[in-house]
């Protein structure tokens, strides 16, 4: 079946600018994540959505980055003024669930973002 | 939160075992310790979790020590295609924070022909 999917798989963006990052989940999900990923690091958390509600923000780095489920299903990732150090691999990942602590999470290929 | 320590990197050739270890001293009575795995340029994937006894599935085993203070990731027989950044994770199971994945440096490992 078909997996977690995002686009752009790549995006370049002029300092300044404002990006908008797509994940379409695997259908019948409830749960979303997106992490980021500095080049050479392991991902870090940015946020967490149960249907169409986001349930935990905490990793969001700045007031710049938002992001939103609105039907329980596709999210975007908005960075608004993207700065150089945005620079990195956005992953999204999805779950059947979510709670738990057991749930496997399955992960897209992510976007990777280059400000320049 | 509960860390995670494991080496930087790793060696083995193809077709020989891998034994990848992972210290977690700080470990609580409701943690999971949970692996995942990054390939080159994909985003990580599931391999195992455990939470007391020692578990297997198709990919690997996981050994869990008596303590639960550290476990070991056991690919059995390595292939090229198991070259790529193994993370030993702990998720609470009760906690909200355990909802999401906290990754550490994870272990590289090169797979030798």
């Known amino acids: 079946g078909a997996g977690v999917s995002q686009s752009p798989r790549y995006k370049v963006a002029k300092r300044g600018q404002d990006v908008a990052l797509r994940c379409d989940p695997i259908?019948?999900?409830?749960?979303l994540f997106w992490y980021q990923q500095a080049l050479g690091q392991g991902p870090e958390f940015l946020t967490y959505?149960?249907?169409?509600?986001?349930?935990?923000k905490s990793g969001l780095p700045s007031d710049r980055f938002f992001a939103e489920r609105p039907e329980g299903s596709v999210s975007t990732l908005k960075i608004q003024r993207t700065q150089q150090e945005d620079s990195a691999v956005y992953l999204c990942?999805?779950?059947?669930?979510?709670?738990?602590?057991?749930?496997?999470?399955?992960f897209g290929p992510g976007t990777r973002l280059t400000v320049l | 939160d509960a860390k995670t320590t494991q080496p930087n990197s790793m060696e083995s050739n193809e077709e020989e075992p891998v034994h990848l270890p992972c210290n977690h001293s700080?470990?609580?009575?409701?943690?999971?310790i949970h692996w995942y795995r990054q390939l080159p340029s994909q985003g990580p994937e599931y391999v195992i979790h455990?939470?007391?006894s020692n578990v297997n599935n198709r990919m690997a085993s996981l050994a869990i020590a008596e303590d639960r203070k550290s476990s070991t990731l056991i690919l059995h027989r390595a292939t090229l295609r198991d070259a790529a950044v193994y993370y030993c994770?702990?998720?609470?199971?009760?906690?909200?924070?355990?909802?999401?994945?906290?990754f550490g440096g994870g272990t590289r490992v090169l797979v030798k022909p």
């Open positions: 455990g939470l007391t």
């Open positions: 259908s019948g999900h409830v749960s």
């Open positions: 990942a999805s779950s059947l669930v979510g709670q738990g602590g057991r749930d496997t999470q399955y």
């Open positions: 994770i702990l998720r609470d199971r009760v906690k909200a924070a355990g909802n999401k994945l906290t």
């Open positions: 959505f149960q249907n169409e509600a986001q349930l935990d």
């Open positions: 700080t470990i609580s009575g409701t943690d999971y």
